[in-house]
C-alpha cells in the first residue's frame, strides 16, 4: 500500500514536471540550453511547489485532526487557509509588502490568528457540530475580510489580481517565491512529524498522555502554531486551496492503520499526489484563462467530504 | 517498603492538599459520594494536571522522570472508554509499551481474552470489551502503580471478578493499584480504603473497619439493614450526635 502510494507519487510528480513533452522538445529543437532553462526556471518551480504544498496539506490536515481528535479539521475546515489568505492580501496590497518571505509570515500570522480564534470559540477536544460551526464562522469573517481588504485596496486592480491567486495558482511562480513557501514549510512540517508518537498517545484520551507526561496544552499550541506557519507559508504563495488537507488524512489512516499521528508520512505522500493531479488537470484543460486549481480540488473534494459526513452520522446514530 | 509517597497533592477547587503513602503490593479501593474527589485524587498522584505537590514513586521524583521513565512509574485508566479512531485493539494495547514487544501483546490479549476482537477497530467494540482493551493498555508496561478509575463499571459479572483477580495478581507481583470504585459489594476484596468526601480523604483503614463506621454511613448517606444497602432516612441523621 504504501509501496504503490510512493510510486504513485513519482508518478504524478515526472508527469507533472515533464508534461506537456510537445513544448520540450520544441525547445529542444531549437537549442538545448533553453530546454533545460524552461525544466529548470519554470516547470521545477511549480511543480515543488505543488508537491511541498500538497505536502504541507497532508501533514498539517492529519495534525490537526489528530489534535482536535476529529476527522473533519483540516487547515481549510478550521479557516487556517482562510485567515492566511486575508493575511497575505493584507501584506500584500495594503503594507505594501513585496519580499516572499514576509508575505509567507503575514499568511502564517493570518493562519495562527484563526487558529487560535477557533480553539478559543470551539475548545480542542470540540465536538463535530461546533468544530463545523466555529470554523465555518471564522472562514466567512476571513473571507469577508478578504473582499474588503481587496475593495478598498490602494491599488485598483487588487481585485483582479487577487483571483489569479486566491483559490490556488502555481502558474509562473519562481524558485524564490517556492523557497520562501517551502523552507519555513518544511521546517514546520519536519517539527510536526516530530509529534507523531505524542499524537498517536493522545488517541487515548487527554488524561492518558498526561500520565504518561506529555502535555496535551502545549502541545495543542505546538500543532497550531506549525500548521499556521506551514500552511501559511504555503497559502501566501500559491493560494487557499481546500479539501486536500481533509481527504489525505482520512486515506492515509487507512495506511496507518488507524494512528492519528503516524498518518503524517501518508498524508504527506497522499496530499502532494493530489494536488499533482488535480494541478494536472488545471493544465490538462485546453481554456484561455486558467482555472485555480482549488476550483479541482473543490470539485473533488466536495462528494468525498458529503461521504465523510454520512459516514460519521451513521456511526454516532449506529 | 513503600513504593508511592504523594506529599501535599491537590487541585485547586477540587482536591485539598494531601499526604498519602502506598506501600508495594497494596490493593486500595477509593470509595466515596459523586464529586467527592476519588478522580481528582487519581489525577493528582498520575501527575496529569498541573497539581500542587509531590509524588514519588520508589524514591523518584515522577514530575522529573523522563518520559520513558514515566511509564514504568504509573499508568491511568481514565473512567472514559472513549478513543476517537479506529486503531485495531492490539495496536491499542501496543501503545502501552515502550517497543514492539510481541510475546507481551499476546499474553495481555490472552489475559484479558481478546483474542477474537483484536483486529477490530476499538471504537466499534461495545463499552464493556472496550475496558479490557484499555484495561491491557495500562497493564502493558508493568508499571509500579497502577491508577484505575472505575476499571469496573460497564463490566458483566465475569468479567468484574475477573478482573479482580487480576488487580490481586498485579497486587501479589509488588505493583501497588489504586482503584476508585462504586460498588461497594466488593470492596472486601481490597486490602486497604479510603473514603473520599469534600476533597479530602476522611477515612483510611481496613474496608470491614471502614463500612462498618458511623461516619461511613454518615458521609454515603446509606446504612446497612439486614446485610443490604438503605437510604438513610432524614430522623437517623438528626438522631445523630
Not at chain 1, 519562481?174 to 517551502?182: I, N, P, T, V, W
Not at chain 1, 503524517?264 to 493531479?277: D, K
Not at chain 2, 497494596?26 to 497539581?51: D, F, H, M
Amino acid at each position: 500500500m504504501r509501496l504503490l502510494v510512493i510510486a504513485l507519487l513519482f508518478g504524478f510528480a515526472a508527469a507533472h514536471l515533464l508534461l506537456p513533452l510537445g513544448s520540450l522538445q520544441e525547445a529542444r529543437a531549437i537549442d538545448p540550453g533553453l530546454a533545460n532553462l524552461l525544466l529548470i526556471e519554470l516547470r521545477l518551480p511549480r511543480t515543488l511547489l505543488v508537491l511541498g504544498y500538497g505536502a504541507v496539506l497532508g501533514i498539517s490536515g492529519a495534525a490537526l485532526q489528530a489534535m482536535f481528535a476529529n476527522p473533519l479539521a483540516s487547515p481549510d475546515i478550521s479557516g487556517a487557509s482562510s485567515g492566511a489568505a486575508l493575511g497575505a492580501v493584507l501584506g500584500g496590497y495594503w503594507l505594501g509588502l513585496t519580499q516572499p518571505l514576509l508575505l509567507a509570515a503575514c499568511g502564517a500570522a493570518g493562519a495562527l490568528a484563526t487558529l487560535a480564534l477557533l480553539v478559543t470559540l470551539a475548545g480542542r477536544r470540540a465536538d463535530t457540530a461546533t468544530l463545523l460551526l466555529a470554523g465555518l464562522a471564522i472562514s466567512l469573517a476571513a473571507g469577508a475580510g478578504t473582499s474588503l481588504a481587496l475593495a478598498l485596496a490602494p491599488s485598483p486592480f487588487a481585485f483582479y489580481d487577487a483571483y489569479d491567486w486566491l483559490m490556488g495558482n502555481f502558474a509562473d511562480r519562481s524558485l524564490a517565491q517556492a523557497a520562501a513557501a517551502l523552507i519555513p514549510a518544511g521546517v514546520a512540517a519536519a517539527l510536526l512529524l516530530r509529534r507523531a508518537h505524542a499524537l498517536d498517545l493522545l488517541a487515548l484520551g487527554e488524561d492518558v498522555a498526561g500520565s504518561l507526561g506529555l502535555k496535551p496544552r502545549r502541545l495543542a499550541l505546538e500543532v497550531i502554531a506549525l500548521s499556521a506557519v506551514a500552511v501559511g507559508a504555503c497559502v501566501s504563495v500559491a493560494g487557499a486551496i481546500g479539501f486536500v488537507g481533509l481527504v489525505a488524512p482520512v486515506f492515509a489512516r487507512w495506511i496507518s492503520r488507524g494512528h492519528p499521528g503516524r498518518a503524517m508520512v501518508p498524508a504527506a505522500l497522499i496530499g502532494a499526489m493530489l494536488l499533482a493531479l488535480a494541478d494536472l488537470v488545471v493544465r490538462a484543460v485546453p481554456l484561455d484563462r486558467p482555472i485555480p486549481v482549488g476550483v479541482i480540488t473543490a470539485l473533488f473534494g466536495t462528494p468525498l467530504f458529503i461521504w465523510l459526513v454520512v459516514t460519521m452520522r451513521r456511526r454516532v446514530t449506529a | 517498603m513503600t513504593s508511592l509517597v504523594a506529599r501535599g497533592v491537590g487541585i485547586t477547587d477540587r482536591l485539598k492538599p494531601t499526604d498519602l503513602r502506598v506501600g508495594a503490593g497494596e490493593l486500595v479501593a477509593l470509595v466515596g459520594p459523586n464529586g467527592g474527589g476519588k478522580t481528582s485524587l487519581l489525577r493528582a498522584l498520575a501527575r496529569i494536571e498541573t497539581a500542587s505537590g509531590q509524588v514519588e514513586i520508589d524514591g523518584e521524583d515522577v514530575d522529573q522522570a523522563p518520559l520513558a521513565r514515566r511509564r514504568q512509574l504509573l499508568s491511568f485508566l481514565p473512567a472514559s472508554r472513549d478513543v476517537a479512531w479506529p486503531i485495531a485493539a492490539r495496536d491499542v494495547i501496543a501503545l502501552g509499551l515502550d517497543r514492539p514487544d510481541q510475546c507481551r501483546l499476546d499474553e495481555l490479549i490472552s489475559l484479558l481474552d481478546l483474542e477474537e476482537l483484536a483486529d477490530r477497530p476499538v471504537n466499534r467494540l461495545s463499552t464493556g470489551e472496550r475496558a479490557r482493551v484499555l484495561t491491557a493498555r495500562a497493564l502493558a508496561a508493568r508499571p509500579e502503580i497502577l491508577f484505575l478509575d472505575e476499571p469496573l463499571s460497564n463490566l458483566d459479572p465475569y468479567w468484574v471478578l475477573q478482573f479482580l483477580s487480576i488487580l490481586e495478581t498485579a497486587a501479589e507481583s509488588g505493583q501497588a493499584v489504586l482503584v476508585a470504585l462504586h460498588d461497594l459489594s466488593q470492596l472486601h476484596r481490597f486490602s486497604r480504603a479510603l473514603l473520599i468526601a469534600d476533597g479530602q480523604v476522611q477515612m483510611d483503614e481496613a474496608p470491614a473497619g471502614l463500612m462498618a463506621s458511623e461516619r461511613f454511613e454518615q458521609i454515603f448517606r446509606i446504612r446497612a439493614v439486614n446485610g443490604a444497602w438503605t437510604i438513610r432516612r432524614a430522623e437517623d441523621r438528626r438522631s445523630l450526635p
